[in-house]
């Protein structure tokens, strides 16, 4: 059966990347006659009763709303519903959108069921934690012609297209040695995330410094081969632990390195929304050669009559105005622009392609699907797959006091202590 032309989606997670940067896209694109109805399922009501009554959305997206599962009406804001992402999965006609948003270590679960539901999926990053698992999904999306795409939206800030295109030209030689970082603010150790990034399930290399290894591995075409990693660990508010600081060391196949630094701890007085950035120093034949993003400063600052009421907001702020904004373009709303939001387009545009184009002939599916891969600028399993290496090779790593850990590719490729 032909796909619906106006797909409908299925959020899984209500949190914030659903807030500030999903639900808004979304929204979006169905507010331009391109998606049908949107579902959001979370863990239990409360963030979907912050989600329905977000004064931003609500004036963004008048008149738009999406169905809740559990819904805040009819169940306690705090009771738990961890397996109810299934039945509204089960529910949705073939070959619409599951798009997922629940934490890093549920990835795996709600993508392997959103696939045996038949629905293609987009997923925050990382994709998985495990390259086995990368491999198992791409194989089950493979065999039902179905799109699965990792949403890492620095690829589609202009910038990375831009250094892509000329590394691959072979305008800046070859890569060497490069330094990248991304400290995310400190009030962040308040939020959920103390439930969940703890040191058993996740850490901030993990969290966070896959965007620069997928960024440099997106740049050059270069697989990661080594990695180390050390990390100090902290008590959030709450009492759990986690790896609030990370310094990462990722070797190439060309015996580059990148070595990047994550945290929790960007200080909530600061004028940016976090600290980010990356130089990469090449060698070309005749002179040394470069690439630096100053992904953090972009050259706008602001200082307000008071500070906003989220935390982080301070009076003199330097805003991002590239990675995703609410603009007012004149049409009665607000419109979502920048790379956050070219990415989650071009992920549902693919998958309507797909669907227009392909149709029911599984053999048509297939090949368009293998165009997404070779053209690599979405990540897929199939031409990702090394940033589960990295993470895997990056928690081994961090196991054991940040001894280097080897990446072995081939026929099954694996991770092991160097
Ligand atoms: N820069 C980025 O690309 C970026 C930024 C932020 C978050 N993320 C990713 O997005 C994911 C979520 O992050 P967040 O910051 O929104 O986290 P969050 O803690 O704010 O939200 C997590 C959400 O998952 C829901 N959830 C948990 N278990 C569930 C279950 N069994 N069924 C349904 N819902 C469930 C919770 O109710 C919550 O709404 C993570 O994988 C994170 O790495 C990516």
Redesign the pocket.
């Known amino acids: 059966m032909a796909q619906h032309p106006k797909p409908s989606v299925t959020i899984?997670?209500?949190?914030?990347?659903?807030?500030?940067?999903l639900l808004p896209s979304i929204y979006h694109m169905q507010r331009s006659g391109l998606l049908g109805e949107i579902s959001i399922?979370?863990?239990?009501a409360?963030?979907?009763s912050r989600l329905m009554e977000d004064p931003t959305l609500r004036r963004g997206f008048p008149g738009q709303g999406f169905r809740p599962y559990p819904d805040p009406a009819k169940v306690d804001p705090d009771e738990?519903?961890?397996?109810?992402?299934r039945e509204v999965l089960a529910a949705m006609p073939a070959r619409h959108i599951a798009v997922?948003?629940?934490?890093?270590q549920?990835?795996y679960e709600?993508i392997k069921f959103a696939l045996r539901q038949d629905q293609h999926v987009l997923?925050?990053?990382?994709l998985v934690l495990k390259h086995a698992q990368a491999v198992e999904l791409e194989e089950l999306a493979r065999q039902r012609g179905l799109l699965v795409g990792a949403?890492?939206?620095?690829r589609f800030d202009y910038r990375s297209l831009l250094a892509r295109r000329d590394y691959r030209a072979g305008r800046f030689g070859a890569f060497r040695g490069g330094q990248a970082h991304l400290v995310e603010p400190y009030y962040y150790r308040h939020?959920?995330?103390q439930?969940?990034?703890t040191c058993e399930n996740?850490d901030m290399f993990t969290?966070?410094g896959c965007?620069y290894v997928d960024l440099v591995a997106f740049i050059t075409g270069l697989r990661p081969t080594a990695v180390s990693v050390y990390g100090v660990v902290e008590k959030y508010p709450n009492g759990n632990q986690g790896y609030l600081w990370t310094d990462g060391r990722v070797v190439w196949e060309n015996g580059a390195f990148l070595s990047v630094l994550n945290g929790m701890g960007y200080p909530d007085a600061g004028p940016g929304g976090n600290s980010q950035g990356m130089t990469l120093f090449c060698d070309g034949p005749k002179d040394g050669c470069l690439i630096r993003h100053s992904d953090q400063y972009r050259g706008v600052a602001h200082s307000y009559t008071e500070p906003g009421g989220d935390p982080g907001d301070t009076v003199y702020a330097e805003p991002n105005p590239d990675y995703f904004r609410l603009l007012d373009l004149g049409d009665g709303g607000l419109t979502p622009v920048g790379y956050?939001h070219r990415s989650v387009e071009s992920i549902i545009h693919s998958i309507r392609r797909l669907e227009a184009e392909a149709g029911d002939d599984l053999e048509k599916r297939r090949q368009y699907l293998r165009q997404v891969d070779a053209a690599g600028i979405i990540a897929t399993p199939a031409n990702s797959s090394y940033n589960e290496l990295v993470i895997e090779a990056g928690r081994l790593s961090l196991a054991n006091a940040g001894r280097q850990a080897a990446i072995e590719y081939g026929e099954k490729p694996q991770v092991r202590l160097k």
């Open positions: 899984v997670g209500g949190g914030m990347i659903t807030g500030m940067q399922c979370a863990l239990n409360a963030p979907l738990r519903f961890p397996e109810l992402y997922v948003a629940v934490p890093d549920l990835h709600v997923t925050v990053k990382p949403e890492y939206h620095k939020s959920n995330f439930n969940w990034c996740s969290y966070v965007h956050g």
